[in-house]
């Protein structure tokens, strides 16, 4: 089974700041891994997918990279509504998975 | 508009069944494989199970295999979760979630509480 682990859990930043957030897979999972954004009382969005790509009507400040076992997401200027908590996720075909991560918390400073 | 509305959620005894519905609509259900996620109270998310756009391929955690049984009516627009032998751990957010083309979850509904405790 693969583990996927984000870090830091607590981010804490200023609007305008840059944000970095990690995420490690215990094997490498080639670029098929997912990024979301979940706010309280929201159900997830996603973001990024294969590792890179922009989903459908996300800002160009959101940016994925990373292949194998280590992966970043990068928030390139924070707004405020982009305060929230960031998961990742894989998806492997077998055994057929879609294991996320235990999640990042991005809060105001 | 793209929208998966979860149901069936509720408070039931250890042990108790329950049956989650979700309704897609604005486009193509059925050629989505759908999936069921859940988020314990304060946790994160861990993925439950799994179902191909024509119902071929079903997958499940192994905290859910034996327990949990995943459906879908493709003329009915609609996804379902028969929950049995119900445990306290299984107290969560349920949420159904669509995967396109892009290969991962891309849309997703606003989620059911189940409630497990005597």
């Known amino acids: 089974e693969i583990v996927l682990t984000q870090s830091p859990a607590t981010l804490s930043l200023s609007p305008g700041e840059r944000a970095t957030l990690s995420c490690r897979a215990s094997q490498s999972v080639s670029s098929y891994l997912a990024w979301y954004q979940q706010k309280p009382g929201q159900a997830p969005r996603l973001l990024i997918y294969?590792?890179?790509n922009r989903a459908t009507g996300i800002p160009a400040r959101f940016s994925g990279s990373g292949s194998g076992t280590d992966f970043t997401l990068t928030i390139s200027s924070l707004e405020p509504e982009d305060f929230a908590v960031y998961y990742c996720?894989?998806?492997?075909?077998?055994?057929?998975?879609?294991?996320f991560g235990q999640g990042t918390k991005l809060e105001i400073k | 508009e793209v929208q998966l509305v979860e149901s069936g959620g509720g408070l039931v005894k250890p042990g108790g069944s329950l049956r989650l519905s979700c309704a897609a609509s604005g486009f193509t259900f059925s050629s989505y494989s759908m999936n069921w996620v859940r988020q314990a109270p304060g946790k994160g998310l861990e993925w439950v199970s799994s179902i191909s756009s024509s119902s071929s391929y079903i997958y499940y955690a192994d905290s859910v295999k034996g327990r949990f049984t995943i459906s879908r009516d493709n003329a009915k627009n609609s996804l379902y979760l028969q929950m049995n032998s119900l445990r306290a751990e299984d107290t969560a957010v349920y949420y159904c979630?669509?995967?396109?083309?892009?290969?991962?979850?891309?849309?997703w509904g606003q989620g059911t509480l189940v409630t497990v405790s005597s």
């Open positions: 294969d590792a890179s």
């Open positions: 979630a669509g995967v396109d083309s892009s290969g991962y979850y891309s849309v």
């Open positions: 996720q894989q998806r492997s075909n077998w055994p057929p998975a879609y294991t």
